[in-house]
């Protein structure tokens, strides 16, 4: 068995294509994950743009002022710095009976904290409401507190108590929703993220190390089909039983070899260039309503948990293929298409059916679910259970690889040889 495994493993992994396919992409991940890095842009309080590491370096300064306990206190406080700025005559322009800071002062004393700000002032956003302004903030009247976390709290309530034709929680959810957010921990710790925000933006791109994995091990019987040496192979001693298991056992460890050298290229691109502080600071960083009760570092792991699951389960649907089509090409035409088929069709943005069905396809399941409110809370209402989107996608891809695998020999040894 194990030289049967070597020799698979070899097969597929010394093949041309395969390795200049490896090759390509781990070029894209360099050059997706290394793009964020360059062009990340911050700006001197005197407005003078800068860009890649210097804007990096600059970030952590303005965000090591920012560090510390998001008490209702401190957010009260840093509600009234920046309501005081409007009210020096020199800081503003006036457009009828519209008041804004001027360009010059926007940049001293806004732009370099303008994330924080964005955070606090969403709280009291309605949802689906955006304030890039930040005229919220601006117009709000303040007692000693601010009631931050009173404000998420409503905002939430206010999102699942959303009734449109299209969109309407059940009872049953709403009930999951507030046990899950009644878990967070507050108040907030606050500092310098944005490597991992940086990261929760890029994750999706690794989409591109699956279709790698499935160009690769496509070919893996359908490739004996169109050679003619499944006749040869059906017909040895162990044909139908050890050389399958080594077959596909070299596939999956193939595929887990090429998905991890992409994750940490990516991952050590991002972490190295924005350094890894900020890894135990709350997820509700990003955006405040985010229900669940996770670390930067813990969702970046359920995320890449979630990519490892969907390029295995993708690896089993490919050897499936592979072992029921003829040619390596028909394969890749159905992977491409079961990966990319919400494009074709879209999202609707509704609570509809087709939606929660195309939110599991492998292009939709490898985007974060945060921070985005709408994938936040997405669920499965079952009968006495709701399950969330991130459980949801593990569940999936766990069943469609224990499902697969077992079929994969049966359909291999039961073709019809020409």
Not at 45 to 56: H, L, P, S
């Amino acid at each position: 068995m194990n030289s049967l495994f070597k020799y698979e493993l070899l097969k597929i992994a010394k093949k041309r294509m395969n390795i200049v396919v490896v090759l390509v992409s781990l070029f894209l991940t360099l050059l997706f994950f290394i793009m964020p890095v360059q062009n990340y842009i911050s700006l001197e309080r005197d407005g003078r743009q800068v860009n890649g590491a210097a804007a990096i370096q600059l970030e952590k300064e303005y965000a090591k002022k920012l560090e510390g306990t998001l008490t209702e206190e401190r957010v009260a406080q840093d509600i009234k710095e920046y309501q005081t700025l409007f009210t020096n005559p020199k800081n503003v322009l006036k457009d009828g009976d519209k008041v804004n800071l001027t360009d010059e002062n926007y940049a001293r004393y806004v732009l370099p904290h303008y994330s924080y700000l964005k955070m606090i002032d969403e709280a009291f956003l309605k949802p689906q409401v955006t304030d890039n302004g930040l005229t919220v903030l601006r117009d709000m009247r303040l007692e000693n507190t601010a009631g931050f976390y009173q404000a998420r709290a409503d905002k939430v309530k206010s999102y699942l108590d959303i009734d449109y034709s299209d969109w309407k929680y059940s009872n049953q959810e709403k009930q999951f929703w507030n046990t899950k957010n009644s878990q967070i921990e507050t108040p907030y710790e606050y500092g310098y993220h944005a490597g991992w925000r940086s990261l929760f933006q890029c994750f999706e791109l690794l989409i591109v190390s699956i279709i790698a994995i499935c160009i690769c091990i496509a070919p893996v019987f359908a490739g004996e089909y169109q050679s003619g040496a499944d006749s040869v192979i059906l017909s040895t001693r162990y044909g139908k039983s050890k050389l399958i298991k080594a077959k596909i056992s070299a596939a999956f460890l193939f595929a887990l070899l090429v998905f991890l050298i992409n994750v940490l290229l990516a991952v050590g691109i991002q972490l190295y260039a924005f350094g890894f502080e900020g890894w135990d600071l709350p997820l509700q960083i990003l955006n405040v309503t985010i229900p669940y009760n996770l670390s930067l570092l813990e969702a970046a792991m359920v995320c890449i948990l979630i990519l490892l699951l969907v390029s295995m389960g993708m690896a089993a649907v490919t050897l499936l293929l592979s072992a029921k089509l003829k040619t390596a090409f028909a394969v890749l035409v159905v992977d491409v298409l079961v990966i990319l088929l919400p494009v074709f069709l879209g999202l609707s943005g509704t609570n509809g059916i087709l939606n929660h069905i195309l939110m599991l396809f492998p292009y939709m399941a490898v985007q974060p679910v945060f921070p985005a409110e709408y994938t936040s809370y997405f669920s499965y209402p079952f009968p006495g259970l709701t399950v969330d989107i991130i459980t949801m996608r593990i569940i999936v891809y766990v069943v469609i690889s224990a499902v697969c695998i077992p079929f994969v020999g049966r359909a291999f040894k039961r073709h019809q040889v020409q």
